[in-house]
């Protein structure tokens, strides 16, 4: 079983759409990320949590520690945020665990 | 400014081969950290390069080394290439041994094939 599970692994949505993709995980983590992966490879970092809800933009990520579970939201989609979503943490040991990402497609 | 570069950005191998990934840190960053993301997966983490050492290593094989050198440039070796070592290889930077994934820029990868 993985440490840090994702759902759903593929999202197709119509450019406006609200957006949710769901993190849990199973180890006691300092830190939680979300990451966004493009065609090609190249990763960027969106958030960091460790509790709570931050917010950037359309995106909002939010924490439940005691629940052990987190999500991504992204509202009013658009094509342009057409891409592979990543649920990463770190737990105590500074090990890294991470999920196997959401592909996500939003058609105009 | 420069960002992460890595070389080749595609590689075809056969197994039992050896492999030597290259990458250069974003301008300012003294850090390298390697990972290696099959089809489908999320990366996982392989060793992380701060002061020409490895400070930090996931759970892989000996075969799997690297080096970093004196600009901060960083290699990845990979010896008896297996066909399970198909994937893509990311590279990141940081400063100062920086292991939140936050503060890591990360490279384009080297996607390697082993037939």
């Known amino acids: 079983k993985n440490e840090v599970e994702q759902s759903p692994q593929n999202l197709t949505a119509q450019e406006g759409e609200f957006i949710t993709i769901n993190c849990s995980y199973s180890v006691g983590i300092s830190a939680l990320h979300w990451l966004q992966q493009h065609p090609g490879g190249g990763i960027v970092s969106l958030f960091m949590l460790s509790s709570g809800k931050k917010k950037h933009g359309r995106l909002i990520a939010t924490i439940n520690i005691q629940e052990k579970h987190s999500s991504l939201h992204i509202t009013a989609s658009h094509p342009r945020d057409s891409a592979v979503y990543i649920c990463a943490v770190r737990n105590t040991g500074n090990q890294f665990y991470f999920g196997t990402g959401t592909s996500l497609t939003v058609i105009p | ?115």
């Open chain 2, 1 to 115: 400014d420069a960002g992460v570069t890595q070389s080749p950005t595609h590689l075809i191998k056969t197994r039992g081969q050896q492999v030597t990934l290259r990458c250069s840190p974003k301008s300012g960053h003294d850090t390298v950290s390697w990972y290696q993301q099959a089809l489908g997966q999320g990366p996982q983490f392989i060793f992380q390069y701060y002061e020409e050492e490895e400070r930090q290593r996931g759970n892989f094989p000996d075969r799997f080394s690297g080096h970093q050198f004196p600009n901060y440039s960083s290699e990845l070796n990979v010896n008896a290439l297996l066909l399970g070592d198909s994937a893509l290889y990311l590279c990141a930077s940081s400063s100062q041994g920086g292991l939140a994934i936050n503060e890591q820029f990360f490279g384009p990868g080297t996607r390697l094939t082993v037939l």
